[in-house]
């Protein structure tokens, strides 16, 4: 991904990246989306990761 040079009030106003502990899904997202991919697409799943379905 490109490097985006932010204006100075916006780089001021900036958070950065932060870890909420009460988010529950920001741990298991890639979990999350990893199930629904093979929820959505078996018979893809079944050829490509048949240990995992």
Known sequence: MAHLDLPAGLRAAARGVTDDPDNA???TFGE???K???RAHPDVARI???HLV
């Open 25 to 27: 899904i920001s741990g």
């Open 32 to 34: 999350n989306m990893l």
């Open 36 to 38: 629904a991919r093979l």
């Open 48 to 50: 490509h990761h048949p």
